[in-house]
């Protein structure tokens, strides 16, 4: 008895164990695994029940659970795949690929990795879900139509068939102007599509030029009244403008013919000019020696000049024999011919030792026949008779810095004027008188305006 008693608690137990295992399991597949539903109200569900297909991107993630009907409205419950994230923001939408094929809800668009998804329970409200049309509703749309475009009563025309027979009649015998017409248009169309990035650009230009315009029109309209007023002076000045024209034309005709009469000593001018420029051009070398050395020598000679015996001073100086190696030696090598090398290498490796015994500048023995006494004192002129010695006053100082004055000078504002500042006869511009002249304005004085 005790042994069955036994048995059976431990039965009672492993029942109890595996019930709470399975219990376990279920619990966490439903909360780990189970797909998670979501909710969409559509306007109307025909031809789509329990089972149906839920897709995303033409690719089934879930099933219609069940479709119930609230009202004016179905509510569509739906089971999604947990591991296929949704949107928050989806829309679904029933989709029907043929008349008799089966229908699916797409939910669109596809999740990107980015953004809040929608959570378990999440519903879709029905301004977000769409249905397709029914073909009970093409049917009644075209019968509608038909009975609008049919006639009103039998044998009478209508208004299709009035435009049929016009279109006929405006038609016939016009086929090749009408090819030619929808040829050019094509062409003309093709042109534009090419030519859409200019249009756009040219739009955007011409946008910006009316704003332009729009935001000148006070400059635009003292523009036009200084032109009417430029345009009643040339008018009230005709005769002198006539007068002047006529002078000017007079002057034309006397250069006309002094042209006409000095054209052959003229092209003869021009000729020896451009012979005298070509030489320049040759001798641009030459030239630029010239002026390169001709300011050093002309000082030179100036200062060379003595004038209390009116003669020049100076020394002479063997230029040559600075280095009389390089003088000889280079003379020979300088020949033409084919030992001038090797000749002038001989005489710098024998005779160089000996010549370099001969470097001198002067003449070796004081003697220099233009060395004469400087210019007596009574003799200079100073540019400013206070720098000769002994005279009398004390030098000048710097001169005085001028006063800083400006186009603004005696503005509100500003700083001070110099003493003696008399303010300039015109305002200064401002920013909008930048663009167009001001017109004249009177000056501060004769304006009743105080100069600070």
């Avoid at 002309?298 to 063997?318: I, K, Q, R």
């Amino acid at each position: 008895m005790t042994v069955t008693r036994r048995h059976a608690r431990a039965g009672i137990a492993a029942t109890f164990v595996v019930l709470i295992i399975v219990s376990s399991a279920f619990m966490a597949r439903q909360t780990f695994f189970a797909p998670s539903t979501i909710y969409a109200y559509f306007s109307s569900t025909t031809a789509i029940y329990p089972g149906d297909q839920v897709r995303v991107l033409g690719v089934e993630v879930g099933t219609i659970a069940s479709i119930e009907s609230t009202g004016t409205q179905s509510k569509v419950t739906m089971h999604i795949d947990r591991e296929v994230p949704i949107p928050a923001d989806v829309q679904a939408i029933i989709v029907a690929p043929n008349l008799v094929a089966a229908r699916y809800v797409q939910l669109a668009p596809a999740y990107d990795a980015e953004g809040p998804t929608m959570p378990d329970g999440g519903a879709i409200p029905q301004d977000r879900t769409a249905v397709p049309v029914e073909w009970d509703e093409v049917k009644k749309q075209l019968a509608r139509i038909a009975e609008d475009l049919g006639p009103a009563s039998p044998g009478q025309q209508t208004s299709v068939a009035r435009f049929i027979d016009s279109a006929a009649n405006a038609m016939d015998g016009n086929g090749a102007k009408l090819r030619e017409t929808l040829a050019q248009l094509s062409a003309a169309g093709r042109i534009f599509a090419e030519g859409s990035g200019d249009l756009v650009d040219i739009v955007t230009n011409l946008q910006r030029f009316v704003s332009a315009l729009r935001d000148s029109n006070i400059q635009i309209v003292q523009f036009q009244d200084r032109f009417a007023a430029l345009t009643t002076v040339v008018n009230d000045s005709r005769s002198d403008l006539d007068s002047a024209l006529t002078t000017l034309s007079g002057a034309i005709d006397d250069a006309r013919r002094f042209i006409a009469g000095s054209r052959a000593q003229t092209t003869e001018q021009v000729e020896r000019l451009a012979d005298l420029t070509q030489v320049l051009v040759e001798q641009r070398t030459s030239v630029e020696n010239i002026l390169h050395a001709a300011p050093t020598s002309l000082a030179n000679t100036y200062n060379m000049y003595n004038p209390d015996t009116g003669t020049f001073v100076g020394s002479f100086v063997f230029q040559n024999f600075s280095n009389p190696v390089q003088f000889l030696c280079s003379g020979i090598g300088a020949v033409e011919n084919a030992t001038a090398p090797e000749t002038a290498r001989l005489c710098a490796e024998y005779l160089g030792p000996a010549l370099r015994l001969l470097n001198f500048n002067y003449l070796p023995f004081p003697l220099n026949p233009l060395l004469s006494a400087a210019a007596q004192p009574q003799n200079l002129v100073y540019s400013d008779p206070r720098l000769a010695p002994g005279a009398a006053g004390t030098p000048p100082g710097p001169p005085d810095i001028p006063p800083a004055v400006s186009a603004y000078t005696g503005s509100n504002g500003d700083v001070p004027p110099p003493p003696g500042y008399s303010p300039p006869p015109v305002a200064p511009a401002t920013v909008d008188n930048l663009i167009l002249p001001a017109p004249p304005q009177q000056s501060p004085t004769s304006s009743g305006v105080p100069h600070p």
